[in-house]
């Protein structure tokens, strides 16, 4: 109404009574009618909050959505969901808000009716979504509500459900035991596949079948039938919950023992019976093959031949087998709740082996000591231990389960084998020093000897060849380091040298041990500081019947026995036995090194031609070849100072000899070995120049230069000495009698070279002067032919010269091409009974006059064939016409038949005859005679000859003088 409106109310109620009732009565109409519609919009009001709080009440997410999928309306769970407030999620497409998607769910997009479908949220949560189609009354669309049930946890129950039935599939399906389910009434509900396999029935065959008849013998039915309505009313019975034995059967009727345990299961109201059951048919088996093992344990403990003992965590004895009885002379009775170590080992090994008791007791390996048992008679037996720790329930030590060997016996013969090894060990290490001294040899026989005996002390004492005095060779190290005495003595008269000396007087070992205690005639006791004898065992070693050592040995841990005498006595032997064959085998080598040396002397000596070159190829032989280190020869002189020159050395350095001034006067340097031997005329030795007194003004010089001994071997020439071959060796003690032989036989050969090298040198001498006679007669017997020839004046000398080139150009030695050169020289000599007209005539000769030419190689021989050459110039005369096919002429020789320096010759003439001219011809020249040499090769003249003589032409510009 408006205000004109009231004011013509106002005017009508003033001038109509009768109206102004009927507005009041309308105006409380309409006031009831308002009153009514706000009594109606409160109860919408109160309704809409009524359900807005029922849908907030809610815990599952609620909304609703337009035909535009937008959010009309949410409850409070639905918008903590989406994060938002209800006011910021009103408005928004709901798959933008929660759950967030690409786009609307599918059944919206389908069409706007009730559906429902499972949603998978990013945080994995699980929302079963419905929705519901609000229409109108005309049934139009009017909007959709979507209620979102979290299913998450029902999910993964349902998960879980069917993982867990899975699992109790797979169990029951792997299950090596047999598991059945049994009804109230009896019957089977459940058989996993190992009681398929245990029985012989499949599933299939069983399901609903009475248990009991089945696979229960009869003889155990009855207690079910009478316990069976107590368990359908209680789940109660005699076995449920327990575990029996009992039998069973399959389709192979034949039982077999098994293992049942029952438990009961109240499924749909009713009790069944679950049943595990598991073949015992094995462990029957193995029970009894046990208890077998059992008694036949038993018996072999009480018979066993080795030691069984039970000691509890504090050592002491609970009880051991018979066997120890027997070994011991212990019984039992006697020492049970002793302690083992007091009773049983002796005291030096009780902190030792309580030690591997405490060891073995807390588990740590003990297995395989060998330790002493003491028995009751005080024997020693030796046991060897296998131990292992016995433990209670709650896995504590509580004692210790021994078992012994007596391995006394296979330990001595150990013992014996391993000192047999040791002495062959040591037999193989000597062998390995062939080369050693026989100290290097006594300090590697006293070491081991000192261990095979398992001593801590020893020594070796030589006995002189009378065997009247011991002279101590060495002392074990660890005697030499325990030891105080300072200077201890070397030498011991055997009358004076105590105990240690009794090997000797007694030829047989001595064993001491308990040497204190001991009370002995010739004990006299050691001298102060030295070290403490408590056990000794001494050994004489044989050289046949002659005593050469004595080897000791002391302190050993346990008592010596006649094993270890035994073992000592074929140590040192072994080592005797080495140094006598090293000796022989030096002596031996030194023998050889002078028989090398006397044999490569003797070489030189044959091709010697110069009496210095010999004497400095022989101290070179001596040292390069002999093995020497030095060696020198010097003549003896008649000067004042008796003075001896060197000739010739070897192994010193340039000039050191002439520095040494030896003499063979009875002087100081007149009385080392060189002097000596050339003023008495005998060899002379040096063993040792370290310590040899007359070598005092030489010695630090000859050590320095690594000359350990010496000797000096005079030379004689004839009777009187005429120098001295003095030689050098590294090692002192040296040249035995077989050495010393060889070398002076070396140096009477030298002296006799030298005698017949300077004898030779004369012959040579006089031979030459001869040889030089000689020569002048054949060339004065030249000189008369060419006086008769003028012609061939020149022609036997040009010959020889060219004979003689060519067999130096062939290498035929000097002494062949002098003899040559001579017959070259007169090879026309028989010419001399030739005619002279018809050497000289111009023109060509008459046969008979050739026949007479032909006659001269003949004529020739025979004046020369009675004279001595030292060469066969007769024989080249004569066939120095010859030819190799036997053309040629007086005798028609053939190849071999003829002397090479006639073929030489042969050639020679030719070639000076053709190139020269003569009366009945001018010269042809050289190139004629040299074709004619080639043309006849190999049938006239020797092949060699006529290449080396085309040689000398064209290579060498050989001419004719």
């Known amino acids: 109404m408006t205000a004109t409106d009231d004011q013509d109310n106002n005017h009508h109620e003033v001038e109509t009574e009768p109206q102004e009732l009927d507005i009041d009565q309308e105006r409380a109409a309409l006031l009831f009618m308002l009153e009514d519609i706000e009594r109606g919009r409160h109860q919408v009001d109160r309704a809409h909050r009524e359900w807005i709080a029922a849908m907030d009440a809610m815990a599952d997410p609620v909304f609703m959505h337009d035909r535009d999928y937008r959010i009309m309306r949410c409850n409070r769970a639905y918008a903590e969901h989406a994060g938002m407030t209800v006011r910021d999620v009103i408005g928004k497409p709901y798959y933008e808000v929660f759950p967030r998607l690409d786009g609307p769910l599918p059944h919206c997009c389908k069409s706007m009716q009730e559906a429902e479908e499972e949603i998978r949220t990013e945080s994995g949560e699980v929302f079963a979504s419905r929705s519901f189609s609000v229409r109108g009354d005309d049934g139009g669309y009017l909007y959709s509500l979507h209620v979102m049930e979290d299913i998450t946890e029902r999910k993964r129950m349902q998960q879980a459900l069917q993982e867990s039935e899975e ?7 792997t299950a090596q035991d047999a598991i059945l389910m ?8 459940f058989w996993n596949s190992a009681a398929e396999k245990m029985f012989g029935y499949a599933a299939e065959e069983t399901l609903g079948k009475e248990l009991h008849a089945l696979i229960v013998p009869e003889r155990f039915r009855d207690a079910f039938h009478k316990n069976h309505p107590a368990f359908v009313a209680t789940g109660q019975g005699a076995i449920i919950g327990k575990t029996v034995e009992c039998a069973a059967f399959g389709k192979n009727p034949a039982e077999f023992p098994v293992e049942l345990s029952v438990s009961a299961a109240k499924l749909g109201g009713q009790w069944h019976a679950v049943g595990f059951i ?3 048919s094995e462990r029957k088996q193995a029970a009894e093959a046990l208890r077998r093992e059992r008694d036949l344990a038993t ?7 080795a030691i069984i003992l039970l000691l509890d965590a504090e050592g002491r004895i609970l009880r051991f087998n018979p066997y120890l009885e027997t070994v011991s002379g212990f019984t039992l009775a006697e020492t049970q709740g002793k302690d083992w170590f007091d009773t049983f080992l002796p005291e030096r090994d009780r902190n030792r082996i309580r030690a591997l008791f405490h060891k073995a007791i807390e588990g740590i390996q003990t297995l395989g000591d060998v330790n002493i048992l003491v028995t009751r008679d005080g024997e020693e037996r030796q046991i060897e231990w296998y131990d292992k720790p016995l433990k209670d329930a709650s896995g504590n030590s509580v004692g210790l389960l021994c078992i012994g060997h007596d391995v006394t016996e296979r330990k001595q013969a150990e013992h014996r084998k391993e000192i047999e090894e040791s002495r062959l060990r040591a037999s193989l290490k000597f062998g390995r020093m062939p080369d050693a001294d026989d100290k290097a040899i006594l300090d590697l026989s006293l070491d081991e000897g000192v261990r095979v005996t398992e001593s801590r002390y020893g020594f070796i004492g030589w006995i002189n060849e009378d065997e009247s005095v011991m002279t101590i060779h060495a002392w074990s190290k660890e005697a030499m380091a325990a030891c105080a005495v300072e200077q201890p003595p070397i030498e011991y008269p055997i009358a004076r040298a105590g105990i240690w000396a009794e090997p000797l007087r007694t030829r ?12 002995h005639p010739h004990k006299h006791g050691t001298p102060q500081g030295h070290v403490e004898i408590r056990r000794y065992l001494g050994v004489p070693v044989f050289d046949g019947e002659r005593i050469v050592m004595i080897a000791a040995v002391a302190n050993k841990e346990q008592e010596y026995e006649e094993l270890d005498a035994t073992t000592l006595s ?8 080495v140094i006598q064959r090293n000796r022989a085998e030096q002596a031996l080598q030194r023998a050889n090194r002078a028989f090398r040396t006397l044999s490569a002397g003797n070489h030189e000596l044959v091709h010697a031609t110069d009496e210095i070159q010999l004497l400095q190829a022989m101290c070179r032989v001596i040292v390069e070849i002999g093995g020497y280190s030095a060696a020198w020869v010097g003549y003896r002189q008649g000067d004042a100072e008796k003075s001896v020159r060197p000739m010739a050395y070897c192994g010193f350095e340039p000039g050191f000899v002439d520095t040494l001034q030896i003499t063979w006067a009875d002087s100081e340097r007149g009385c080392g070995p060189t002097g000596r031997a050339v003023r008495t005329g005998m060899t002379q030795m040096v063993r040792d120049v370290a310590n040899d007194p007359d070598c005092a003004p030489w010695r630090e010089q000859a050590l320095k230069r690594g000359q350990a001994s010496a000797i000096a071997l005079p030379l004689r020439s004839n009777s009187e000495v005429s120098g001295c071959l003095t030689i050098y060796a590294a090692e002192s003690m040296v040249f035995g009698q077989d050495e010393i032989a060889l070398l002076e ?13 300077r004898l030779r040198q004369e012959q040579q001498h006089s031979a030459e002067q001869v040889r030089m006679g000689l020569a002048g007669t054949i060339q004065a017997i030249a000189a008369m032919v060419e006086m008769r020839d003028p012609y061939t004046a020149g022609h036997q000398r040009r010959v020889a010269d060219l004979a003689a080139a060519i067999a130096v150009a062939m290498g035929l030695p000097e002494e062949q091409v002098r003899g040559l050169h001579l017959a070259g020289t007169i090879h026309d000599l028989g010419k001399i009974q030739t005619p002279a007209e018809i050497l000289s005539k111009p023109g060509k000769l008459s046969a008979s006059e050739f026949s007479l030419i032909k006659d001269h190689p003949q004529n020739g021989y025979e004046i020369l064939k009675d004279i001595e050459f030292p060469w066969p110039i007769a024989q080249m005369v004569l066939q120095h016409h010859e030819k190799l096919d036997g053309s040629g002429y007086p005798q028609g020789l053939k190849g071999n038949e003829i002397l090479l320096e006639a073929k030489i010759m042969t050639v020679a003439d030719v070639v000076e005859a053709m190139s020269s001219h003569r009366p009945y011809r001018p010269g ?10 080639a043309k006849g090769r190999g049938t006239h003249y020797d092949p060699d000859a006529v290449d080396a003589c085309i040689k000398l032409f064209k290579e060498a510009g050989f001419v004719f003088g």
Not at 570 to 577: C, I, V
Not at 924 to 933: F, H, N
């Open 167 to 173: 699992k109790f599939r797979q169990i029951s399906a």
């Open 182 to 189: 049994m009804d109230n009434a009896g019957r089977i509900v």
């Open 278 to 280: 598991r073949d015992i």
């Open 299 to 305: 018996g072999i403990i009480e018979t066993a031949q």
């Open 508 to 519: 047989a070992p001595l064993i001491l041990n308990d040497y204190a205690q001991t009370r």
């Open 570 to 577: 074929a140590l040192m032997s072994e080592a005797w036995r």
């Open 745 to 757: 036989e070396m140096a009477g050969d030298l002296a006799f070279g030298l005698r017949m090298l």
């Open 924 to 933: 042809l020249g050289l190139e004629a005679a040299l074709a004619e040499i």
